[in-house]
């Protein structure tokens, strides 16, 4: 049987999420990631897989067997592999897993709404929207493991829904200068977000990665959009980002140019 192949785009946080379940089952070489352009027109064969979705990641079986969403792919690998289980095995364990990963789509649309914003005067809206979710994950986090890191006593299922997102709000700390303020009250979130990123199976992007990748969402501009005067989406594989400068920071100011983006 070939290996299963899972379409992606290299700094997307969904396909982080099954990128890291693999390296921590210690299965990263099962399954064959295939890069995926997302500013360039879709190709029609992957388009067919997904039955018309544009959505990445998506994950081909083989045999027309196709799965899509970073959650179900988490869940399906999860079962077929069970060689290592990373998800917890008690069933309230399970549940209280299942009511963190619940909130992982709310708590990112908060973050992706403060990069994306570009009024001034919608701030501090933005900025008290996400601290309501730290809040949420920091009361959440103390009531089921108050004296630990991560959910339970090791990193697993929940924690590795978050931790792309974590690291793809490094946006914030860059363009919006936001980070969790230094508070008792935001002490428990900050512990577990700190140990997500720096655990060794989620090292898959950078810090400058993130920062240089997604300044068009801080443009406010989505998923390989293009905004005036502009050519190049940031998210383009070529030039490589590590040969293209840090971008301005001045997003509510003005849109930079294909040139110091190093886009051309
Ligand atoms: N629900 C799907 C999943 O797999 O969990 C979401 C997948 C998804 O949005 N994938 C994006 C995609 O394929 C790439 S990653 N877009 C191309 C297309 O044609 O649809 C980051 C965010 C965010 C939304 C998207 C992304 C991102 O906040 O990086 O915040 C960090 C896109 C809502």
């Not at 969904?14 to 352009?37: H, M, N, T, W």
């Not at 079986?61 to 069970?82: D, H, M, N, P, Q």
């Not at 986090?141 to 490094?170: C, I, K, Q, S």
């Not at 920062?211 to 383009?236: C, E, H, I, M, T």
Request: proline share 6%.
């Amino acid at each position: 049987m070939s290996k299963p192949i899972i379409y992606h785009i290299p700094v997307c946080p969904f396909s982080q999420r099954v990128e890291i379940l693999l390296e921590l089952k210690g299965l990263r070489g099962a399954v064959e990631f295939r890069v995926v352009d997302i500013t360039k027109p879709r190709d029609p064969h992957i388009l067919e897989l997904s039955r018309g979705t544009t959505a990445l990641p998506i994950m081909d079986l083989g045999g027309g067997r196709v799965l899509k969403e970073s959650l179900v792919i988490l869940r399906y690998v999860e079962e077929a592999y069970r060689e290592l289980q990373i998800a917890r095995s008690d069933a309230y364990e399970r549940g209280v897993e299942r009511l963190l990963i619940d909130r992982a789509g709310d708590f990112t649309m908060a973050g992706y709404l403060m990069v994306m914003n570009r009024d001034r005067e919608r701030i501090g809206e933005k900025r008290e929207a996400l601290l309501g979710h730290y809040a949420w994950l920091d009361d959440f986090l103390r009531h089921h493991n108050p004296d630990g890191t991560f959910l339970f006593e090791r990193y697993g299922l929940a924690d590795l829904v978050y931790t792309p997102m974590f690291m793809r709000f490094w946006f914030l700390d860059y363009y919006e200068g936001f980070d969790l303020p230094v508070d008792p009250a935001f002490a428990r979130v900050r512990r577990w977000r700190d140990a997500c990123i720096a655990h060794p199976a989620a090292q898959q992007v950078s810090y400058e990665e993130i920062v240089k990748l997604y300044y068009d969402y801080a443009a406010g501009l989505g998923n390989g959009a293009l905004g005036p005067g502009r050519s190049r989406s940031s998210f383009a594989f070529d030039p490589d980002w590590r040969a293209r400068p840090m971008p301005p920071k001045d997003k509510y100011d003005r849109i930079a140019s294909d040139e110091e983006l190093g886009l051309v």
